[in-house]
């Protein structure tokens, strides 16, 4: 139960922008601005070491002080961190403009180091990714990478998240060798190559090209879990939101808990949700208040 999982993907230094008033375009708004550890991959590992699980990372902290901070904060919450040397690329950033309801007006992300990943840099951990019970990708790493982790290490669970619409696309070649790929209504639509905002059709699209398990995430809607012929949609309470930022990663370290603790598929969707609505309480990327027993009381209270 205990893992250890090993997560492979995007680490980086988070830049987040909260205005006081409804955002005027093009120009100066008034606000806040703070910067927290973050990336997708690095987000889903402190999620999970929060809530008790053995985590290993694998990524690129590129060249720069910042790479050495996020470093850091991945030994202070107990993440082994293991990197692959990029030389010459820039310690990842995203730079996040986040509206006066807390969710995201626009993202720009510098992710080039992890572009660097190649299946003979991943090779190099690949004693350490053999004792791994789970595995879960994102797609801040090259097609090529993703294909290559998922062939070699397919006989677990692999579960990928698709990170972004521009990204997306690269999952395309390994949907039959995963166990969850987890999207959203736009990202699945990218993927799929279907109209946006068709989910049942992007679903069907992606089951029939061989997913075996898809959760398409959709904010207060709530999330849709697919797997063959089974459609379960669970919305859970309103809640607090501060900060959008994290929510998704939050919400799949939530499933890669479930698949370790062999939930129901109800009992899956309300765990993730749940450790995503602590993500959204907090200004940080990854809550600090985020702890194993809570997210199970709250996951109760939601099938109660």
């Known amino acids: ?29 008034p606000g806040h601005i703070r910067t927290s550890p973050g990336g997708v991959g690095r987000n889903i590992a402190e999620n999970l070491a929060r809530l008790g699980i053995t985590t290993r990372l694998v990524t690129s902290l590129g060249e720069g002080p910042t790479g050495g901070e996020v470093a850091a904060s991945c030994t202070e ?38 572009e660097a990943i190649t299946p003979d840099a991943i090779a190099v951990h690949a004693a350490a990714i053999d004792e791994s019970v789970v595995i879960v990708l994102d797609t801040n790493l090259p097609a090529e990478t993703l294909e290559y982790i998922a062939e070699r290490w ?3 669970p ?36 279907t109209v946006s905002g068709a989910v049942d ?42 900060n959008a930022t994290g929510a998704g990663d939050a919400y799949m370290a939530g499933l890669v808990y479930a698949v370790l603790a062999e939930f129901d598929t109800t009992h899956t969707a309300a765990f993730a949700s ?31």
């Open 1 to 29: 139960m205990r893992g250890p999982v090993t997560v492979i993907g995007g680490a980086n230094t988070d830049i987040l922008g909260f205005v006081e008033h409804p955002i005027v375009q093009r120009d100066s708004n």
């Open 77 to 114: 919450v107990g993440i082994d961190l293991l990197t692959v040397s990029t030389p010459g690329f820039a310690a990842p950033r995203y730079l996040a403009i986040m509206d006066d309801a807390g969710d995201l007006a626009l993202g720009i992300n510098d992710m080039r180091a992890l």
């Open 154 to 156: 397919g006989d677990r």
């Open 158 to 193: 692999v579960l990928l998240d698709t990170v972004s619409v521009a990204k997306a696309p690269r999952a395309r070649g390994l949907l039959g060798k995963l166990h969850t790929l987890k999207t959203n209504e736009l990202e699945a639509a990218a993927l799929a190559g």
């Open 201 to 242: 059709a992007a679903v069907d699209a992606l089951l029939i090209a061989g997913a075996a398990r898809i959760v398409v995430t959709g904010g207060i809607a709530g999330a849709l879990i697919a797997s063959g012929v089974s459609r379960v949609r669970f919305v859970p309470p309103p809640a607090t939101v501060v």
């Open 274 to 304: 749940a450790v995503a609505t602590v993500a959204l309480g907090s200004e940080r990327t990854v809550s600090e208040a985020l702890a194993e027993q809570p997210a199970l009381d709250r996951m109760e209270e939601m099938l109660s």
